[in-house]
């Protein structure tokens, strides 16, 4: 077994700044174009919507980035088990079974946080999540990753995409009741849908193609240990990847849509070319320009990705931060005291993060 453990600060950065919209950075753009009359912050806040079918915008970014993310930590390690005994593969199958299922476990308490409860009835559980899928696309990959050799990693990708257009290419339907994923959650996928809909955003079928961007992920971060210390043969892969995916994807767009709840081969492209320029841009600005604030400040989030996550179903942060900032709220304009409750929600947030990251304490599954 070949394993490297690297850790790039631009990759806890980058993973912050995905968790940074998740835990309230989505809702200042609103209050600011109130108070500013700045027509980019009313864009900011189209931007932080999600599409509602077909299409793509900056918030269906958050979780194909975080899935991304897992991969590259994936290609950062340059694990195989390829020539290992039964007996030294255990450990490493019963820690990765493991991750998976506190994973799906962690996705069941979210979807029923919010002070609502895990319902009693079993068929009223709604177990698909983004947790899960996230640990879905990240044990695949992984299985992928330690058992395969590098084309044959490359080829299985290009197959996840190829193969799961044809599936909805037979189908022919690309609409929320007709299309093949509606008919195979509603075959496959136990207890309820998200909002009882027909399909499930993170449903069964949908959740195959999310292993292509974890290992687009992974070939990322293999990219990264190969050329470790060579700042412009890896900032020249990324970009080149980058334009290469967002290029592919658009022009499949025209044929086959860009569509986040259906989660298209061509959504897949067009967020992993996403995903690949925006750590090319963190590479640049932490591991090559040492921005120190800019790089703690999101790092602070990324270290504790998980838990913060869990922390906007299980935890009233608006009734906290107004508690703390609610006078000086209610003495300013009504756009100004959104804003402040609003800063005051991440805030507070960020330094329970800080306490936690001070301390070296880094809570994952």
Partial sequence: MVSKKQRLASVDALRGFDMFWIIGGEVLFLPL??????????????Q???TEWHGFSFYDLIFPLFIFLSGVTLGLANKSLQGLSTSQRAPVYRKAIKRLLLLILLGVLYNHGWGTGIPADPGEIRYASVLARIGFAWFFAAMIVWHCGFRTQYAITAGILLGYWLIQAVAGDYTPEGSVNAWVDQHFLPGITYQNRAYDPEGVLSTIPAIANAMFGVFAGRWLSRNAGDHGAILKGLFIGAAACLLIGFLWHWIYPVNKELWTSSFVLITCGCCLLLLGIFYLVV??????TFTYFFSVIGCNAILVYL???LVNWAYSSKSVFGGIASALPEAAGILVIACGVILLQWLVLRFLFKRGIFISP
């Fill in 311 to 313: 922390g906007t179903s």
């Fill in 33 to 46: 174009f109130a108070l500013t009359g700045w027509s980019i912050f009313q864009l900011g806040h189209g």
């Fill in 48 to 50: 932080m919507q999600h």
């Fill in 287 to 292: 591991d090559m320009w040492h921005w120190k």
